[in-house]
């Protein structure tokens, strides 16, 4: 019996059930992420960063999915699962699969939506109002 979240996850057509990470999957993953940072130089002013930083998170991005989806395969390995959302998976997916993977799992906050009388401040000047330099 598992007590996590499971949603089918879409893209480009193609449809795969996307589960919620567990307790120890979280920690398994930020362990990860100490890991992959511990290996991008220190020194961010290197031209080669950039194209290190992309690979990082695309890894990190493939392992999110690969925890996810061993919970609905548990006899396949991680770095198995990781491997292959890294082969097949494209990069656009990768990201999109990463987001829906954390939002299913609490792990990114939800923005709350601003009340309709909250959203206008008076200090905001509208196209409306004429711009002057008096004060107000």
Known sequence: MSFLKSEPFTYNGSTIQLFELSGLQRIEYLQYLVKEEKTLPKDEGDEGYLPLRVSSNLRSGAMVIALSLWQGDTSKE??????????????GMIGAGELFVKTLSDMIPVSEPVPADEEKSTDVVTEDEPISAEKH
């Open 78 to 91: 991680i770095d198995s699962l990781h491997y292959e959302v890294l082969s097949g998976w494209p990069p």
